[in-house]
């Protein structure tokens, strides 16, 4: 009997350390999966935000030059916003068949125009990201080079270098105010 005895006592530790590993293991599976959940939150956010970053500005607001896309200045809407002190009507240089043009002084000194487009236009995010790509591609001394651009969901703006004197239509045609933009404009040209 006493054999029989300590045989249920060593099967009795047996499954009490038994239980004990299966607990431990479940429990450490608990950790590891909670960990995993933890993480994989962690990275679905940080895409999210560089999702919604990417669909709002393209990229972050505080340094001038974020992101660089074929040469080209990739503006948020607030640096723009603050170079031409807020779209100020006092810094309309122009009115095209797109929209209205502005002076604007970047934060590092440089003087451009912007041209902001129209909503009138009713141009989609991919006719304009064709529009900058061949904008990109033109290179020539009689143009004005394209600096960069801005594209938010529903404002859309080019950036280009600034001519100081006034554009070539005022020198050709003197005196005759906007003339030559109201043809282009009717003509869509």
């Known amino acids: 009997?006493?054999?029989d005895m300590e045989y249920r006592r060593k099967e009795r530790t047996v499954l009490v350390v038994i239980v004990v590993?299966?607990?431990l293991a479940i429990a450490s599976l608990l950790v590891a999966f909670s960990y995993y959940c933890y993480i994989r939150n962690k990275v679905s956010r940080r895409l999210n935000d560089c999702k919604r970053v990417d669909r709002?500005?393209?990229?972050d607001s505080g340094n001038l030059q974020v992101t660089t896309?074929?040469?080209?200045q990739v503006f948020t809407f607030?640096?723009?916003?603050?170079?031409t002190g807020g779209f100020s009507k006092s810094n309309v240089v122009g009115h095209g068949g797109?929209?209205?043009?502005?002076?604007g002084v970047l934060s590092d000194g440089r003087k451009v125009a912007i041209k902001l487009m129209d909503q009138a236009g009713k141009q989609g995010e991919d006719e304009f990201k064709v529009e900058v790509d061949l904008l990109s591609r033109l290179r020539s001394p009689y143009l004005l080079a394209l600096l960069?651009?801005?594209s938010d969901n529903s404002r859309k703006l080019l950036v280009y270098e600034f001519m100081a004197n006034g554009g070539l239509q005022e020198h050709l045609y003197p005196g005759s105010g906007n003339l030559f933009l109201l043809l282009y404009d009717s003509f869509n040209i």
């Not at 797109?98 to 002076?103: D, S």
């Open 56 to 59: 709002e500005y393209k990229c």
């Open 148 to 150: 960069g651009y801005c």
């Open 21 to 23: 590993l299966a607990s």
């Open 1 to 3: 009997m006493d054999d």
């Open 78 to 83: 607030k640096q723009l916003h603050s170079a």
């Open 69 to 72: 896309d074929k040469g080209l």
């Open 98 to 103: 797109f929209g209205l043009v502005y002076r």
